[in-house]
Structures are given as structure tokens and as C-alpha cells.
């Protein structure tokens, strides 16, 4: 399947005892999960954020890979490479705008950079207060919360959460420049990298 020629996917991610899995599937035409175009598995509490996207579930072949420049950095970039280690884009978080609500910038080469930030400043914040509230911030946020990809005003992709209490989200591409990989990659750090 190429991947480049999808607009829709859909990320699970499944919470176990050492590890975060992801998986990543092509859109079924009908608005749910088809192939798995990608799997991952995120140790928690490494030091140097190191994070694998390979093809299937079996690990035999990388899709791409994101690595934290610093370690434990706030506002650390992360390199994007592709499965021979070749490098397809960087993104990062930007720290000042991301007190506020989640923002991030992605930069492929040739193509103009992307802001991607959380669409509703209002959940954004209520969020922030969540996580700091006794015993409240342990359950999970309840609200639903979404992500825009605007390069300059116009919206290039979306990453929508589709259920409250489980990681389901739907990423939609209406940019045919930008690279998936990068965008899948992306879309993972939005979850796996979001408390940091």
C-alpha cells in the first residue's frame, strides 16, 4: 500500500505494563480502520526520546523514526528519518505558545513550515488545570480535544480524538505535498510526547 496516496488514518494507541503501543491503520474507505500501515512501541521514562514506526507488528521494517535532539529538553526538536535513516523532517514543541494551549511546528524540506496546535483553547486550558487538580489529574480527561495543521491560515491536516476515555484519534491529510510518515510521526508524538 502507499501510504502517500492516503488521507485518512486512524491511530489506537493500547496502554501496557512497560511500553505504549501504537497502531496505525489506512482509512477503510467507510470511515474506519483498514490495514495496519504502521505499529509502534514507546518505552516509557527514557531519558533521550527514541521512537520507531515500523510497517507491521512484527518489526521487520521501519516506516520512519523520531529522535530528541537534547535530552529532556521542553522544547527539544525531533528528527524524522525514514527507514534507511535518511532524514524527512524535523518537528518540535514551542514552549512559550504551548503554556497556553499545544503547539508545535513541523518542517519538511522544499515545502513551508506547518503550525499544529490544539483547536479549542478553551478545553487546552481546562486541560492544564486537570492534570494539576489532586486525584482528578490521574483520570483520564474526559473531553474530547483536536488538533489543527495551519500552514499560515489554512488548515493542511486534522487530528481529531473520536472517543473520550480510550486514545482513538482520526488524522485527515488535504495537503498532497506533505509527507505522511512525518505526519504519522507527528501524530504519535501528539500523544505519546503530550505531557511533556
Known amino acids: 500500500m502507499d501510504i502517500q496516496q492516503q488521507h485518512r488514518f486512524h491511530l489506537h494507541q493500547k496502554v501496557t505494563v512497560m511500553v505504549n503501543r501504537y497502531e496505525v491503520f489506512a482509512d477503510d474507505?467507510?470511515?474506519?480502520?483498514?490495514?495496519?500501515?504502521?505499529?509502534?512501541?514507546?518505552?516509557?521514562?527514557?531519558f533521550k526520546e527514541q521512537v520507531t514506526l515500523y510497517t507491521d507488528a512484527g518489526k521487520q521494517s521501519v516506516l520512519a523514526a523520531f529522535r530528541a535532539r537534547k535530552v529532556i529538553d521542553l522544547a527539544s526538536a525531533y528528527d524524522v528519518t525514514d527507514g534507511e535513516g535518511r532524514q524527512i523532517g524535523v518537528f518540535g514543541k514551542k514552549f512559550g505558545q504551548s503554556l497556553l494551549r499545544s503547539t508545535w511546528q513541523l518542517d519538511q524540506p522544499g515545502t513551508p513550515s506547518v503550525t499544529v496546535t490544539e483547536r479549542n483553547e478553551t478545553i487546552a486550558l481546562f486541560r492544564r488545570l486537570w492534570d494539576?487538580?489532586?486525584?482528578?489529574?490521574?483520570?483520564?480527561?474526559?473531553?474530547?480535544?483536536?488538533?489543527?495543521?495551519l500552514r499560515d491560515d489554512t488548515v493542511v491536516a486534522t487530528f481529531d480524538k473520536k472517543t473520550r476515555f480510550r486514545d482513538h484519534y482520526v488524522l485527515t491529510v488535504s495537503d498532497e505535498t506533505l509527507d505522511r510518515r512525518l505526519l504519522l510521526a507527528q501524530?504519535?508524538?501528539?500523544?505519546?510526547?503530550?505531557?511533556r
Open 132 to 149: 494539576f487538580l489532586p486525584w482528578v489529574g490521574d483520570i483520564p480527561f474526559p473531553w474530547k480535544y483536536h488538533f489543527d495543521f
Open 187 to 195: 501524530a504519535v508524538a501528539l500523544d505519546a510526547l503530550q505531557s
Open 29 to 46: 474507505g467507510q470511515g474506519e480502520p483498514g490495514p495496519l500501515v504502521a505499529f509502534v512501541e514507546q518505552k516509557r521514562m527514557t
